[in-house]
């Protein structure tokens, strides 16, 4: 039997909060056979806040937008540079529990750091892949009905400083790192291709490439509140 299709859709950069829309009415709307998907892209600067996160690890955002979500974890910023991933999966067609979807998650970052032979590692009671103790994948993830959205994001060759106006996921004084300062490439399209792969292998899965378009809201029914 062939692996099941993943659609992956590489959206470039975006703004946060239509992508973020459209994800949470993609799995509202999804049905038992919807196929899987993959959104890889970048966004524009943004703070976004999980569902336990607390304004007080916001500590100086200047002009950069604080956006509260439902997805799991603390407080995280997202910026050109850095990969975002949004796997939009099945779960019971997987046949797979949410802490074998972050193990599986994790791993396809720490796959990917070590084709330019950078070490990686998880972290005790820290969802996340650090390099030497810095972070450098975080993973923020919300299940709905056994579906899957939100997703990793993962640094490759951006501007740190605004990590330097949170606490990274509400860890004081967390070290970030990326891809490009650890001797692999700075292309994001470089390693956006490798990290797609990776997450197929560790989800058993067939990348097929979607029209770069985000789903129109009038397809779907009306958002449902977390």
């Not at 600067?45 to 002009?63: K, S």
């Not at 997987?94 to 070590?114: C, H, K, P, S, Y």
């Not at 509400?170 to 001797?183: F, M, R």
Request: aromatic share 6%; proline share 8%.
């Amino acid at each position: 039997m062939s692996p099941s299709k993943l659609l992956v859709r590489r959206l470039g950069r975006r703004p946060y909060r239509p992508v973020w829309q459209a994800m949470r009415a993609f799995t509202d709307a999804r049905a038992a056979d919807t196929p899987d998907e993959l959104w890889m892209l970048q966004h524009d600067p943004v703070f976004t806040l999980g569902q336990a996160g607390r304004m007080e690890h916001v500590l100086a955002p200047g002009a950069i937008p604080v956006i509260a979500v439902e997805r799991g974890g603390q407080v995280t910023y997202h910026g050109p540079g850095q990969i975002v991933g949004y796997p939009l999966l099945d779960l019971r067609r997987l046949g797979i529990g949410i802490r074998e979807l972050v193990n599986r998650i994790e791993q396809a970052m720490i796959d990917t750091l070590a084709t330019w032979n950078i070490e990686a590692a998880r972290r005790e009671g820290a969802p996340g892949v650090y390099v030497a103790g810095a972070k450098i994948g975080a993973l923020g993830l919300r299940v709905r009905r056994g579906c899957t959205f939100h997703g990793l994001a993962f640094n490759v060759a951006m501007d740190l400083e605004p990590f330097r106006r949170i606490n990274p996921c509400g860890y004081a004084g967390l070290a970030v790192t990326q891809v490009c300062d650890l001797g692999g490439p700075g292309s994001i399209d470089v390693v956006e291709t490798t990290l797609i792969g990776q997450i197929c292998l560790q989800f058993g899965l067939r990348a097929c490439a979607a029209a770069p378009i985000l789903p129109e809201p009038a397809a779907v029914p009306e958002l449902v509140e977390p």
